[in-house]
């Protein structure tokens, strides 16, 4: 259980052209999603949080009119990057949160299960 | 603002040696994760330790954390070469709805 798909895997695309990428919850539904990007030998950095029905919470340095999300339901949010350039070059990794039992404990957490990940290269 | 570190960033062992990976951060966390990433993948999940003193152990991979050191550690047993991969942890906000990265350890285990 808790598969999240990302589609596509990888796409090149031309300078200027808009890229979507989709985020699924295969067979679990998600009230919030996450975006994430990864450049080469880096660690990821969270773009923006998605939480369905509702406006993406950018993190600070990510253009929201750049990066669009939109999250129309609870089991698929889309990232759409408007007039892509070399430099959106990069790894995006989404996932998808699902609360969880605690083990022992008489509480629950909510746990974020990642996509396999869409290699963009702009050329 | 919450920040986590690793050390070491880069990690080059023989098979068969013992070796540990730290993860620091800053502020009160009651949840951290261990991911492995294999190039050109995505993450795997790996551990979620949920309270000081947890331990869990997987195979040759053996995580800990300690909350009021506000640090875990990946201890790898008699590596082997497919253990080769780069490691993340990740630590939880207060809020708990939002992950902070390390900065990864790359692991190269050479026959």
């Known amino acids: 259980g808790a598969v999240v798909s990302q589609h596509p895997s990888w796409v090149i695309c031309k300078s200027g052209t808009s890229v979507k990428i989709e985020c699924r919850s295969l067979d679990f539904q998600a009230t919030t999603m996450f975006w994430y990007r990864q450049f080469p030998k880096q660690s990821l950095m969270l773009m923006a949080t998605s939480n369905e029905g509702s406006k993406a919470t950018y993190e600070q340095g990510v253009e929201k009119d750049k990066f669009l999300i939109n999250h129309a339901s609870l089991t698929l949010s889309t990232l759409t990057v408007t007039s892509a350039h070399p430099e959106d070059s990069s790894f995006y990794i989404c996932s998808a949160s699902t609360p969880r039992l605690a083990g022992s404990l008489s509480s629950s957490y909510n746990e974020q299960f990642f996509g396999p990940g869409t290699r963009l290269t702009v050329l | 603002e919450l920040k986590v570190e690793q050390n070491p960033l880069f990690l080059s062992m023989q098979e068969g040696k013992n070796y540990t990976i730290y993860c620091n951060y800053s502020t009160t966390s009651d949840r951290l994760y261990w991911y492995r990433q294999d190039p050109g993948k995505s993450l795997e999940s790996l551990f979620v330790l949920l309270s000081n003193g947890a331990v869990k152990q997987e195979g040759r991979l053996m995580a800990s954390l300690d909350t009021k050191a506000r640090l875990s550690t990946l201890h790898i047993t008699a590596a082997v070469h497919d253990l080769s991969a780069t490691y993340f942890c990740?630590?939880?906000?207060?809020?708990?709805?939002?992950?902070?990265f390390g900065g990864g350890t790359r692991l190269m285990v050479k026959p």
């Open positions: 990740a630590v939880i906000n207060n809020a708990g709805n939002m992950l902070t």
